[in-house]
Structures are given as C-alpha cells and as structure tokens.
C-alpha cells in the first residue's frame, strides 16, 4: 500500500481559512450534520473580506487541529536540521530544537491517532482534522521513504511507520466496534445467535457510515471503503471462528451457516454497499475446515427430518387403509395427501439448503436416501393389493394420482435431485404405477374373457359379438374411473393397450378359416370396422393410443392379400412397426 499512499503526496491540499473547521454529527436519518461558522445573508462579515497571512506557532496550529500544517512544519525543521546541517559537531549546538522536534512529532502522533481513533464515531467528529491527520500520515509516509534514499544517518525517530500505525488503529478501531455489547432483544434466541445478530448490525452501520462520510476524507486511491470492509471482514470472520469451534446445537448450527451464506452477502449487496465494496475479493467469512463440519451437521439434520417426515405421512395414509377409511374426494377423484406433503417439504428443504450451504450439489445430499423413502411408498401399496380390502381399489386410484404428482416433480424439477437419484425413483414409480394398472384391470379383463374368446372365431365373422365387447367395455370403463385426470388417461391408456394385444392375439391363432376370396374381404371389413369402433370407443374414455388403430387396420389389408410371400412379409413388417404387440 506504499505507493497509494506516496501518490496521496500530490493530493490537493484543502485547507481552511484562519483555522476554523467543521463539526459533522449525524442527522436522525444517519446522513451528516455539517456545523459551521454563520454568514450573514451569504455575504462575507469585513473581518474575513482581506485574507491575512499568519504563521502561526506549532501550538498553535495543533490548537486549530491542522494536523498536515503541523507535520509539514516538523518536516521543515528536520529538514533544516538534518538536511542542512550536515555536520554531527555542528549538531550538537541545535540539541535543545532537536529535542524539542522529537517532542513536537511524539505530540502530534498522539493527537493523529487520537483523530484516527474517532473516525466511527458520528458524536463531535471533525471531518477536516481528520481528512488532515490522513495527509499527516501520509507526508510521514513520503517522508520515510526520503530517508530511506538518503546516505546518511536518519534522525533517531525515522522511519516513522504512521502508514503502519493507521492500520494497526483502525484495526483495533474496528475490533472494539465490533465487540461493543449487544442489545437485549424482545425475539427469543440463544446468546450465539444475539451476539452474531449484534456483530451484523454495527458493522452494518460502519460500513454505511465509512461510505457516506469517512470517505470523503481520503483520497479515491487509497480507497478506504474497501480497507474498512477488509478489516470487518477479518475481524468477523476471527469472532465467527470462534464460535463455530465452540460446538453449536442443530439451530445454532443452521443459524451460523445461514448468515455466513445468506445474510452476510446481502448486507454487502445493499446498493450503498456493492458500489464500493468488492465483496468478491473479500472470499468466505469461515474457512473450508471450518465450513464443512457445519455443513454435514446441518445436512445430517435435514436427512434425519426428511426421513421422519415421510415415515409419518406413509404412516398416516396406511392406518386410515387399516382402519378401513376411503380416501378423500375432490372432483369426483380419490386424492391422497402422500404426494403434495412429500414433494412441498423435499422441495422446500432442498431450495432452503442450496441457501444454507450455499451450493446445489451440496443440498442434494438430503436428498440421497429417496429412493428408499420411495420403496417404502411401494411396499405400503403393495399391502394394500395384496390384501385386497374393500377401501384397496380407491387407495390404488388415489396412489396413482400421486405417482403421477411425483413424476412431474422428478422430470420438470430435476434440478432438485442428483441424477442416479431420481432415475432410480422414477423406476420405482414406474413400477407402482404397472401393479397398479394390473390390479385394476385384471377384473375388467375376467369380465371381457368370454367375449375375447369368440373373437377370431366363424361366430366373430357372421354375428355382431364385437358390438357386445363394446359394451361390456364401456360398462367396465366407468368402474374404473376415480383418479386424477393424468392418471386415469394413462390407465385407459394401458386397457386399451390390452384389449388390442388380445384382439390381436385371437386373429393370430386363426381360429377363423378365410378359403375364399368372399371370406377375406368380409374379415378386412370386420376388422377395419372393430378398429374403427374401438378407437372411437377409447378415445372418447380419453385414451391418447391413437397408434393402436393402425395396428388393426394394417391386419385387416393384410387378408386381402393372396400372395404368401407378401403375407409373410406385412407380417414381419407389423412386429417390427410395433413390437409391443409381440
């Protein structure tokens, strides 16, 4: 910091007239107060319209608290002193100013850094002996450096090292700041948590009170703000490390990374702030050793709530199932609460610990154990069809309304999650959501079984059995309704999926016999005409299967062929365009 300081030498000296100066206190709003001498309707009063040259004593200058006047007049006479005067004889006839001069500079150091020591203090502080004890310090400053390039023997006071003794004051200007006492306050918290809040809130204060007013007293190059800023920020930081060794709670340990992560940085980004103060240069307030510990205690915590929670809530929805209880309705659709209450407390604690922690990676390790909590999930529903109760099939419809809140979550907020995460869950759901699929169609297909058997028949050829499949289909479809629209629509989706495969697999034993070309065309017409009575059928229970249509329809030209060749290879061209039929 030598050199912005040697460059403070070329500063403009402000200077005021016969020795008066400024009395800046704070208003009520924080802004200061300047106190100065009265004028008389802007004009001038006759004593001050000549300005008069007077050399005043060393006395007298200190009295004015023209600190810069008086280190540039000891400068002169050391110069004279030392400089002129080369000779150590012809010192000894100047011992008594020698030893006055020493005195003078040991009177003006004190009264400098007595200036310097009163730099945060909004009560009587004047800005002009301060902004003049910063261009003391500095002409000592230069002046070191002058001996320093000399070849001959300095006085016994140099170097003085006031650039030094600045910082070490404001330093310890800083460090008692930062200590005073803290307010009781009317919120409950620990003594951790008042002593931290304090400490925030007087720097908060200095900081505002160095960018408004003390600023003004140095020069842009030596830029202060950011020497303030170090200086809290150094010694917080020194309190804060304290503190974290000291052995915190669950809450004290979440308070203390909360403010180092969140808090802090916000203080720092309040506009007045951020346009002075490189708060990227100044780096974390707790060291990484320091920080980590923190951080897994914190962690563990969540980890702990999370699995906690879930438990309790999969206990809830099992033992309103146990004592025979039908989940709740809304529009018409059993709801359960297992999905919304999981996903709002996962997201919540995953955006609130990227705050915490103050990194995403980091918060996704509450999220670690998920899959299990999931598994969990599957194995209660696994209960409730096992044991078939006759609240099981609403439960079921419920759950996949759920199923289908959690794939939501885990697809469009993947964010939250680490990917091994949620692809493990996802196959979880996926696997809750087949079993629930099977258990509720299984009884609509053993409804639909003795009409599935007719088909691809002689009696499918010559009498309208599929139009009563129709039926019995949509009959089974309004039993099946009662989840959420998402979920319904996917496991009509899959009946329609099944009736397909089977309607597919009856034509494929061959039961029917196709000798003629009469028999052929009249299969392609039944055929295109079932598609055609199925899709519409689905489509209008809300299944988006449209494919499945051309399957049929593909079937149907397929029996207007005669060739063998061709036959065999529509065939081979149908497994490949959809294998799922297989």
């Given amino acids: 910091l030598s050199a912005p300081w040697s460059r403070f030498s070329a500063w403009i000296t402000m200077r005021t007239e016969g020795g008066r100066w400024f009395n800046f206190g704070r208003s009520p709003r924080g802004q200061p107060v300047v106190s100065s001498p009265a004028a008389t309707d802007g004009q001038r009063s006759p004593k001050e319209e000549e300005p008069q040259n007077v050399n005043l004593t060393f006395e007298q200058i200190l009295e004015a608290q023209q600190w810069s006047e008086a280190s540039q007049q000891l400068i002169k006479t050391e110069e004279r002193l030392f400089g002129e005067i080369m000779e150590a004889e012809a010192l000894k006839h100047h011992e008594e100013e020698v030893e006055q001069l020493a005195e003078h500079y040991r009177d003006l150091e004190g009264l400098v850094l007595q200036t310097l020591r009163q730099s945060l203090s909004s009560d009587g502080i004047s800005l002009e002996a301060l902004t003049s004890a910063v261009k003391a310090v500095t002409q000592e400053e230069n002046q070191d450096q002058q001996w320093k390039q000399r070849d001959r023997t300095p006085p016994a006071w140099r170097p003085r090292h006031w650039k030094k003794l600045h910082d070490s004051t404001l330093r310890s200007l800083v460090e008692e700041s930062i200590d005073k006492p803290s307010t009781p306050s009317a919120v409950e918290q620990s003594s951790i948590q008042a002593d931290v809040l304090s400490m925030g809130k007087q720097l908060k204060e200095d900081l505002l009170w160095v960018v408004e007013v003390v600023k003004s007293c140095y020069p842009p190059n030596l830029d202060i703000c950011n020497f303030y800023a170090r200086l809290y920020h150094q010694t917080l930081s020194i309190r804060l490390q304290k503190i974290a060794d000291f052995g915190l709670d669950d809450k004290d340990c979440t308070f203390l990374l909360r403010w180092v992560n969140e808090y802090y940085p916000q203080l720092l980004q309040k506009p007045e702030l951020a346009s002075e103060i490189d708060t990227e240069a100044l780096g974390k307030l707790l060291p990484k050793e320091l920080l980590e510990p923190l951080e897994k205690q914190y962690l563990r915590k969540q980890q702990d709530e999370l699995t906690t929670y879930i438990g309790r809530v999969l206990d809830e929805a099992k033992q309103k199932w146990n004592k025979g209880e039908e989940p709740k309705r809304e529009d018409g659709c059993f709801v359960s609460p297992v999905a919304y209450d999981i996903i709002q407390l996962v997201n919540g604690m995953v955006t609130s610990a990227e705050t915490v922690v103050g990194d995403l990676h980091k918060a996704h390790k509450i999220t670690r154990h998920l899959k299990d ?163 519409d059928l689905f489509v209008r229970m809300g299944s988006k299967e449209d494919w499945l249509k051309e399957i049929l329809t593909k079937i149907a030209e397929v029996l207007k062929l005669q060739d063998l060749p061709a036959i065999q290879m529509q065939v081979v061209s149908l497994g490949t365009d959809f294998p799922d039929l297989r």
């Avoid at 289908?404 to 979880?428: G, M, Y």
């Fill in 373 to 535: 909590l999931m598994q969990r999930f599957k194995i209660f529903q696994n209960d409730v069809i096992k044991q078939n109760k006759p609240n099981s099939r609403s439960f079921i419809k419920a759950n996949l309304g759920c199923v289908e809140q959690f794939r939501d979550v885990f697809v469009k907020k993947h964010h939250l999650f680490p990917e091994a995460v949620r692809e493990n869950c996802l196959l979880v759901l996926n696997d809750m959501k087949q079993s629930a699929h099977t258990y509720l169609l299984k009884p609509v297909h053993e409804v639909l079984k003795p009409q599935y058997r007719k088909l691809g028949t002689n009696e499918w050829l010559t009498k309208p059995l599929f139009e009563k499949l129709l039926v019995n289909i949509e009959e089974e479809l309004q039993d099946l309704r009662g989840s959420i629209e998402s979920g319904h629509q996917k496991l009509i989706g899959q009946l329609h999926r099944e009736v397909t495969a089977e309607y597919v697999k009856r034509l494929l034993k061959g039961q029917v016999k196709l000798k003629d070309k009469e028999r052929q065309l009249k299969a392609h017409a039944t055929i295109k005409n079932n598609a055609e009575s199925l899709h």
